[in-house]
């Protein structure tokens, strides 16, 4: 079973935000909430996490419920370069379970 | 560092045929993950190490594949008798242990079995 649940496709214009969510409803309590996104012909690459609190760093801002069972990655001002397909996933950082991907929002800006 | 590193970044093989990827990390990276992906489709975990230990291969499509990391440093997947199914980009990634941890892919490599 999948550990979170996305959209499949989501569309902006550029230069407005975008708000992504996901919903991670059997997170533990010690579950990291990490995105990540992958632009076309590339690896993903690392976006944000966070715990329990918002978070904000140079590329995104994280939003967590309060409950922990859904999050929201927030592009402020959306670049065509955002395009990509955004992945949301859960991770303890221990023991043997890697970090997982769904199949992730794929993300298309309009100029 | 230049990142993680992966060779070759292409590779066409006949089926039945015997191929190994390698997968260079972040050097001060203990963990080291293996992941393929096909198209239209998220990463699918293969498998990890900490160190030389591989801490989960339960989730390797099959006896076919295997993976290495004999020194702690670089790591091989091999996938024998290649079937075209098989046929995927294979990713490599690596990271720092502990929570949380924020880890740094390769580019690839694209297999493509004929």
């Known amino acids: 079973d999948a550990k979170t649940t996305q959209p499949n496709s989501m569309e902006s214009n550029e230069e407005e935000p975008v708000h992504l969510p996901c919903n991670h409803s059997t997170i533990s309590g010690t579950d990291y909430i990490h995105w990540y996104r992958q632009l076309p012909s590339q690896g993903p690459e690392y976006v944000i996490h966070?715990?329990?609190s918002n978070v904000n760093n140079r590329m995104a801002s994280l939003a967590i419920a309060e409950d922990r069972k859904s999050s929201t990655l927030i592009l402020h001002r959306a670049t065509l370069r955002d395009a990509a397909v955004y992945y949301c996933n859960t991770y303890s950082g221990g023991g043997a379970d890697g970090l997982t991907f769904g199949k992730g929002t794929h993300l298309i800006i309009q100029p | 560092d230049t990142g993680v590193s992966q060779d070759p970044r292409h590779k066409i093989t006949k089926r039945g045929q015997n191929v190994t990827f390698r997968c260079d990390p972040i050097?001060?990276?203990?963990?080291l993950y293996w992941y393929r992906q096909t198209l239209g489709q998220g990463p699918e975990f293969l498998t990890y190490?900490?160190?030389?230990?591989?801490?989960?291969k339960s989730r390797l499509l099959s006896d076919r594949f295997s993976a290495e990391r004999p020194k702690g440093s670089f790591s091989t997947l091999e996938i024998q008798r290649t079937e075209q199914g098989d046929s995927a980009m294979y990713l490599c990634?690596?990271?720092?242990?502990?929570?949380?941890?924020?880890?740094?892919f390769g580019q690839g490599t694209r297999l493509t079995v004929v």
């Open positions: 966070g715990l329990t």
């Open positions: 050097s001060e990276h203990n963990r």
């Open positions: 190490f900490q160190n030389e230990a591989q801490l989960e």
């Open positions: 990634a690596s990271s720092r242990s502990g929570t949380p941890t924020e880890a740094f």
